[in-house]
C-alpha cells in the first residue's frame, strides 16, 4: 500500500508524510462523515479544495484512488461531475473519480491527449447513502469498485498520463464542470493497483470502519 496522499478531510493536512496539503477556494466545511469528519460543499469552481502543482506525475503507473462518498441525487446541469481530479495545467490529462450526469453513476476515468476511457458503475451512487468508491489501474486496464465489489473494467492502453495538480469537488477550472453538494470522506491516492482485500484492510482496519457483513456499514 503505497499511499502517495491520504486526506481525511477533518481539515486541509495530507496525513500521507508527503505534505501536500490543500488549499480551500470559497466555501467548504468539515463535518460529521463517514469517519469522524468529511469535507461537505456544494462543490463548484466556486467551492472546492486543491492542491496547486507539483503533485504526483501519475504517467503509466498502476494506481488506487478512493474515498467514502454521500450525495442526494444525480447532477443534472453539468458535463463532467468530479469527486477529485488529477490533472495537467493544461486540462489535456487526467485521471478523475467522477459522477456521470442525469444517472448518478460512478466513473473511474483515464484521459490523454485527446482519449478518454472510462469504467461505470452499474447503478446511481447519488441515493443519500454512504458508498465506498474506488479505481485503480492495472497495466492497461482500469477497473471500477463500489462497496468492495468490482463493477466494471476498461481498457486504457498507451495512455501516459502526464499529470501534476489535485482538486477536489471539481474537474478543473471550468465553471460549468460542478459536482453540486455531497460529502466526499477519507480520499487516498495510491501508487498501486489496490486488491479487494486490501481496499477492506485499509477502509475497515486502518481507518477503523464497521466489519464487513454488518448492516451498518453503507
Request: aromatic fraction near 10%; include cysteine.
Amino acid at each position: 500500500m503505497a499511499i502517495k496522499a491520504l486526506y481525511h478531510l477533518e481539515d486541509l493536512a495530507d496525513s500521507s508524510g508527503n505534505g501536500w496539503n490543500l488549499a480551500k477556494t470559497g466555501t467548504v466545511d468539515f463535518i460529521a462523515a463517514k469517519m469522524n469528519k468529511g469535507a461537505s460543499a456544494t462543490w463548484s469552481n466556486s467551492n472546492c479544495l486543491n492542491y496547486g502543482n507539483s503533485f504526483w506525475n501519475v504517467g503509466t503507473s498502476n494506481f488506487t484512488l478512493g474515498c467514502w462518498f454521500k450525495k442526494n441525487g444525480a447532477p443534472t446541469n453539468d458535463v463532467l461531475p468530479t469527486i477529485f481530479n488529477i490533472q495537467n495545467e493544461a486540462g489535456t490529462s487526467r485521471v478523475r473519480l467522477g459522477i456521470e450526469k442525469n444517472t448518478g453513476k460512478f466513473i473511474v476515468e483515464v484521459y490523454g491527449s485527446t482519449t478518454s476511457v472510462k469504467a461505470y458503475s452499474s447503478a446511481s451512487v447519488c441515493d443519500n447513502v454512504w458508498h465506498l468508491l474506488v479505481g485503480t489501474r492495472i497495466s492497461s486496464t482500469i477497473y471500477n469498485y463500489v462497496d468492495l465489489t468490482l463493477n466494471n473494467s476498461a481498457g486504457s492502453a498507451g495512455l501516459n498520463t502526464s499529470v501534476d495538480r489535485l482538486k477536489i469537488g471539481q474537474i478543473g477550472d471550468a465553471s460549468y464542470d460542478n459536482l453540486g453538494a455531497a460529502v466526499i470522506d477519507e480520499i487516498v491516492i495510491a501508487d498501486t493497483a489496490w486488491s479487494i482485500s486490501e481496499q477492506k484492510a485499509f477502509y475497515y482496519k486502518v481507518r477503523g470502519g464497521v466489519a464487513i457483513g454488518s448492516p451498518m456499514i453503507f
